[in-house]
């Protein structure tokens, strides 16, 4: 019988756009968040690895019997162990392969040399201290440049003379790989044809995402059942779990992958490290549960950094300002072994997003990877694959442009956007961008800080001698890896999948292949589905992160999990609502063609007030079904995306910088923000404001630097400086909002949009308060000892 609805309307739908409070915060607010560390299995071993104090070394003689001497010291592995499992070696996610202990030689510093296993943390850090390990040092490449000099020493011995790798062929003994996209002759035509044109050399540093919480895993080998259960700070725990199937030879359905609680991950906690590797050999060798938890520092010296990319870009325009072409040689340093985690098909990760924001009809950008003595890495650090990189050096670029043309940069950019009505818009270096509407964007950012009044005010300081400086970046982003034509990740497609389980009582479990790391999506899930079904969002609750029971998905990075799990959501709460249609005109007795979805419940149609609600369909799809129909009321939804989704933003950044110190205050900082539908406003704001500290923190403060001999010299957060809330400055946040046209909500990614739009806003605006002064182009980090020297040699007085 039909029901009336007033009674019974679920009173917490709280769908798309509402800001409520993260579920998760409270069990993290009262520390009862459960990370890796938080786990103690019975008999449980502790794992400490030895480390090369040499960049670049032979290993002369590993001897381990005085470690083994040491109380509560179990055993310890070398590579001459893991060979005998076929696991000296491993294989990177970017095709090439890597040593999980030093095999041979070292070739950075810290690299992992022994695995020492005993019954405490402190035993194990005592016994890895005991290795007695004998080097050789060898000549040691650091400069990226130098990497492939003919006298170069050869620094992969194992893949010496072989000049075939894995994208493509190789051109000496240390280069990876060369990648091109777009038209070389065409884009050097129209470039010698340009009226006006700039050239500029930019360096992005090499940075960590050094997330709070380092990288970590417990192996737990049952031996009885021959089931492996590893514990792991992942991102992506069903990746993994194939890794570790195809590396070990364990059944994958023997395998289980749990990711707990993450202290973020930022990119790195993506790759396989030779940590995992060894407390997994360590447990099944053993017959003991094994744990692993990096300190700080080998946090930053071993797991995967990010950028490092060094670019050289011209562009050209017509004396007008209007953009014709753009040209880019990139050298992207590597490290030791190529463990950069990009989708197969795209070495350089996305980094040909750098045609930007700017209708360029010509275009090429060509990378070429080296090795040096170096960690490896080239981890997408909050960043779509190499995003970042290419958002830098095209706001950069503008702004060289801007100045050699004299000309505002709003004016130049305003001049340049791909239009509205240019949308789906074909870039020259071959992606279909979905929507945007960059002018909307910027003009609401230039009013919300009062741009003319800023350029007047920094007109009448520059004329007293003061520095002052305003700088612009509106940048296009790329998320959502990805369509599965074209995106793998060692050949697994990056689709990412969602199931949806409605309980009798109208609550619901959903679970994703995704994991997050801080992102809030056990609030945003939860969202999408009672948006979509019309329960209540308490009611739902989202689990993520154990491969035993959530379906296949490649994980949370690069800004994907929106884009893809996001609309897998969407697709499947859809599917659900298409069998609950048909339920409910059995409980309203009409046909299906009779019943809508009108306000979140099932209304026959021209009959308003009678209804069903989702929570009486639930019930009744365990209690009393139609004839025939199967019970229940779930669904797993596999969503391939059609396309990637192109969020972007427009940031302002005011500067006053002392000229007596060189110390630069960032004074206000506008973000306006274009990630489509917006789920939850707040969640967005908080994403916004820590990629914005993480941006700031690249402009202005960090590097992981190396001196001639390789020796790391940011080991540690005393050299590699996290913004604290005294540095951070107050961010001014606000959107419009574009909707993708093709993702089913019409969201797109927004975590990482932050971290790559805005360092060059920072940048910018330096220079644009020193660009009187004849300076055009800062390096990151701009410390003040870097704004001094700049000040004195342009002779300004202190
Ligand atoms: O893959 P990851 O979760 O790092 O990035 P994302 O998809 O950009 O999402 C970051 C957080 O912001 C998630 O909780 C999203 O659901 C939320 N978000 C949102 O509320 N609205 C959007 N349009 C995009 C993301």
């Known amino acids: 019988m039909a029901v009336e609805s007033a009674n019974l309307e679920p009173k917490g739908i709280q769908g798309l756009g509402k800001a409520i409070k993260r579920k998760e915060d409270p069990r993290f607010i009262v520390g009862k968040g459960n990370y890796l560390d938080d786990i103690n299995l019975p008999g449980m071993l502790h794992m400490a690895l030895v480390h090369s104090p040499y960049a670049h070394a032979k290993i002369l003689n590993i001897d381990t019997s005085e470690a083994l001497k040491i109380p509560g010291v179990k055993a310890v592995i070398t590579s001459k162990e893991l060979a005998g499992a076929g696991l000296a070696w491993i294989p990177t996610l970017a095709g090439d392969k890597q040593m999980v202990l030093a095999d041979g030689k070292v070739l950075y510093q810290y690299q992992e040399v022994a695995a020492v296993f005993a019954e405490s943390r402190q035993a194990a850090a005592d016994g890895a201290a005991a290795v007695q390990v004998e080097y050789e040092p060898l000549p040691v490449v650091v400069d990226p440049f130098k990497a492939t000099a003919p006298d170069a020493p050869v620094l992969r011995e194992d893949i010496k003379g072989n000049m075939t790798g894995a994208h493509g062929p190789r051109r000496h003994d240390n280069h990876i790989w060369t990648w091109d996209v777009g038209s070389k002759d065409e884009t050097e035509k129209a470039l010698a044809q340009s009226e006006v044109r700039i050239k500029q050399h930019m360096v992005y540093p090499r940075s960590h995402p050094a997330p709070l919480e380092p990288c970590g895993c417990i192996g737990d080998m049952n031996k009885a059942t021959g089931r492996l259960t590893v514990y792991m700070t992942s991102q992506a725990p069903h990746a993994i779990r194939t890794v570790l199937s195809l590396v070990t030879g364990i059944p994958e359905n023997n395998i289980r992958v749990i990711s707990p609680d993450i202290g973020g991950g930022f990119g790195n906690k993506v790759p396989v490290y030779p940590g995992y590797v060894c407390a997994i050999v360590g447990s099944i060798v053993l017959g003991a549960p094994v744990k692993w938890v990096e300190t700080r520092t080998e946090n930053l010296t071993t797991t995967g950094f990010a950028r490092d990319f060094h670019m050289d870009i011209e562009i050209g325009a017509t004396k007008e300002g209007k953009v014709t072409a753009m040209k880019v040689y990139t050298l992207a340093d590597h490290g030791a072994f190529d463990a950069a985690a990009d989708p197969s098909k795209y070495p350089a990760g996305l980094f040909s997003i750098c045609t930007g924001s700017y209708d360029f009809q010509k275009a090429y950008a060509q990378v070429e990877a080296v090795y040096t003595n170096k960690a490896p890495g080239g981890v997408a650090y909050r960043c779509s694959f190499r995003v970042t990189e290419a958002s830098y050096l095209i706001e950069r670029s503008m702004d060289v442009l801007a100045h050699e043309l004299k000309m505002d940069p709003a004016e130049l950019r305003l001049k340049n956007f791909i239009q509205p009505s240019q949308f789906p818009y074909p870039s020259a270096l071959g992606w279909t961008y979905d929507s945007g509407d960059y002018e ?87 969202q999408i589905v009672s948006e979509e079904l019309g329960l209540d969002v308490d009611k739902i609750i989202v689990e993520e992160g154990d491969t035993d029971t959530a379906p296949y998905g490649l994980g949370t990075y690069a800004s994907r999990s929106t884009p893809t799990a996001g609309g897998a959501m969407a697709l499947g709460a859809r599917r659900i609502r298409e069998k609950a249609k048909k339920i409910a005109a059995h409980l309203l007795e009409v046909g299906e063609n009779d019943v809508e979805w009108v306000d979140k419940k099932f209304v026959v149609k021209g009959v308003p007030g009678k209804s069903v609600t989702m929570n009486e369909v639930a019930f009744a799809a365990y209690t009393n079904l139609p004839p025939g129909m199967e019970p229940g009321l779930e669904t797993t939804y596999y969503y391939d995306p059609p396309n990637l989704t192109f969020p972007h933003g427009a940031y302002i950044c005011v500067v006053d910088i002392d000229k007596g110190t060189g110390e630069v205050k960032v004074r206000r900082f506008v973000a306006i923000d274009d990630c489509g539908t917006i789920i939850n406003p707040m969640i967005v704001e908080g994403q916004v404001h820590g990629g914005l500290t993480e941006g700031f923190a690249m402009a202005f403060m960090q590097e992981i630097a190396f001196d001639e001999q390789g020796n790391n010299l940011s080991s540690n957060f005393t050299d590699y400086l996290l913004p604290t809330a005294l540095e951070t400055p107050k961010w001014e946040t606000g959107h419009t909002v574009t909707p993708s046209p093709h993702h089913p909500i019409g969201a ?51």
């Open 440 to 526: 909307k964007t910027l003009k609401v950012a230039l009013e919300r800080i009062g741009y003319a009044e800023l350029r007047k005010e920094q007109a009448e300081k520059r004329a007293r001698g003061e520095l002052m400086g305003i700088g612009i970046s509106t940048f296009t982003e790329i998320v959502g890896a990805g369509p599965s034509k074209d995106f793998d990740i060692l050949g697994i497609k990056m689709f990412d999948g969602a199931e949806i389980r409605v309980h009798p009582s109208g609550s619901a479990i959903v679970r994703a292949g995704t994991r997050h790391q801080g992102q809030g999506h056990e609030t945003t899930w939860a």
């Open 748 to 798: 797109k990614g927004v975590g990482e949009s932050p971290t790559v739009g805005s360092p060059a806003a920072f940048v910018n605006a330096v220079v644009d308060a020193l660009a009187h002064l004849g300076v055009r182009h800062i390096d990151m980090p701009i410390t003040r000892e870097k704004v001094w020297k700049v000040l004195r040699q342009a002779g300004v007085d202190s």
